[in-house]
């Protein structure tokens, strides 16, 4: 679920949202989640735009100004959340909208391969989820202004009420996440918590207990080695940001949310500091004495699959990984989400929070009021409560998620979010600059598997990040 990012001059940062108030502000609207949480608006130097096809008639049922017979493009990632929300919620609220309308779907887990051809064609889709390992790169599609403007969507009237807007049905914060120098691009849609999952009712009939603190948890992994089971895994073929996820929130525990925002800003030696390095050391020890070596070479769903089969205890992600785990999970599974247990200045109950899973309208689709109309019934309340009731996790919609019964891994991680308390960070170097996110991958799996060590993880990170930060042909970004 990592986002994706890059060109010329110091950007001006947009307006900063606070943590602290996003949390504040959450809360006073009652959301189940928070996903905005932790939030910061990035800023780019250069925006989207392009020419729009000729539209409708605006009016008070189609505000957009959408075609009513015009055919509507819709290309969904298929990762954990699948494509079937699309299917059987927010197309058919579409096609309700506009029964002249064909929709045309396509779902594929390669986003990137699939769509960058038909972008530089000039030909893209009228709406993207652009998700998953193999997601475009969002700063590089602002940068070559490939994306439209979301503001007539934020600025028009809700599906559910024509007095309020549809920026005023979303928790605070959601609009300016997903905006670059100030404009919104991206549509952050599902409330997303970071952690550590175990099964329930493995530590329920082995007595043990998820730990808040380093030693026990080392102490504990020596147990569950000991019971016959592998401790700890994640999976090296493609899903190596989930670690590096682990590293850096468990930095940022140890030495504040500046460490991230320094990571973030590209600050001369951010990755050298000396909470990273500390993280390093802990989950390369981690590493070295409780993961399986074949788990690099072996895809999530994979790795995942063994942790539903009892033979894994520990699994680092996010809450999607329940929904999309629930056709190989035993019924009495109970996921379960503990934050890393450690703490220094940030606190040990200590998460990452945000909103994932961004959704875009590209700047040259052929309907691209028929994109925005999408994004508004998704952000509908039948969108938003089709949605959770699917995929059982909560959108960013307020009341979205009213009266749904979530399941125990996003129930466990609701809590975790409410038990952090102002303790949530994020961080968005991964969105920005995707070279950045690979080489961050390849060197958290040569640490976990041994090949280097905490220095030399810092050093290599770092020296990517100073040749980005030096090459003017990639916009900075800033938080």
């Not at 070559?144 to 049905?169: F, G, I, M, R, Y």
Request: glycine share 10%.
């Amino acid at each position: 679920m990592s986002v994706s990012p890059e060109v010329g001059s110091s950007p001006e940062p947009t307006s900063q949202v606070s943590r602290r108030n996003l949390l504040r502000q959450a809360a006073a609207v009652g959301l189940l989640a928070t996903p905005a949480v932790g939030l910061l608006g990035a800023c780019a130097t250069s925006g989207g735009g392009g020419n729009t096809s000729g539209g409708g008639n605006k009016s008070a049922n189609n505000p957009l100004g959408v075609k009513e017979d015009a055919e509507l493009d819709v290309v969904i990632f298929n990762g954990g959340y699948t494509d079937k929300y699309a299917v059987e919620v927010h197309e058919p609220l579409y096609k309700k909208a506009f029964p002249k309308a064909n929709i045309k779907h396509e779902s594929t887990p390669e986003i990137a391969k699939t769509l960058q051809p038909r972008f530089a064609g000039g030909t893209p889709p009228d709406m993207v989820n652009n998700s998953g390992s193999g997601a475009m790169d969002f700063g590089a599609l602002v940068a070559d202004q490939q994306l439209a403007d979301l503001t007539p969507l934020w600025e028009a009237p809700s599906v559910d009420d024509p007095n309020k807007k549809v920026k005023d049905t979303v928790v605070p914060g959601t609009v300016d996440v997903g905006s670059f120098n100030g404009k919104p691009f991206v549509l952050y849609y599902v409330s997303t918590v970071f952690g550590i999952w175990y099964s329930g009712k493995l530590f329920k009939d082995k007595s043990w207990t998820a730990p808040t603190d380093w030693d026990a948890f080392i102490k504990l992994c020596d147990d569950i080695k000991k019971a016959g089971i592998t401790p700890y895994g994640f999976a090296g073929a493609n899903a190596a940001y989930y670690q590096w996820n682990i590293i850096l929130t468990h930095a940022a525990k140890i030495g504040g949310e500046e460490v991230l925002k320094n990571i973030d800003n590209l600050e001369d030696g951010a990755w050298k500091a000396d909470a990273v390095k500390q993280a390093a050391e802990k989950w390369a020890e981690v590493g070295a004495k409780y993961m399986d070596k074949s788990f690099e070479g072996l895809k999530h769903t994979d790795v995942q699959l063994q942790q539903d089969q009892y033979k894994l205890a520990f699994y680092p992600s996010g809450d999607w990984l329940e929904n999309e785990q629930k056709k190989d999970t035993p019924a009495d599974f109970k996921y379960q989400v503990m934050a890393i247990p450690d703490k220094g200045k940030l606190g040990a109950g200590a998460v990452r929070a945000t909103a994932g899973e961004g959704y875009v309208v590209p700047a040259k689709a052929k309907n691209k009021e028929g994109g925005l109309e999408y994004l508004r019934q998704m952000l509908s309340k039948a969108g938003a409560k089709g949605f959770a009731d699917l995929i059982k996790s909560p959108t960013v919609v307020v009341g979205g998620s009213e009266g749904v019964d979530f399941p125990p891994g996003v129930s466990s991680s609701q809590a975790a979010l409410k038990a952090a308390g102002k303790d949530v960070v994020n961080l968005f170097f991964d969105g920005w600059y995707q070279a950045l996110d690979k080489e961050a991958r390849t060197a958290t799996n040569e640490l976990m598997f041994g090949r280097i060590k905490a220095d030399a993880y810092c050093d290599r990170i770092q020296k990517k990040a100073d040749e980005i930060k030096k090459d003017t042909s990639v916009t900075k970004f800033k938080r």
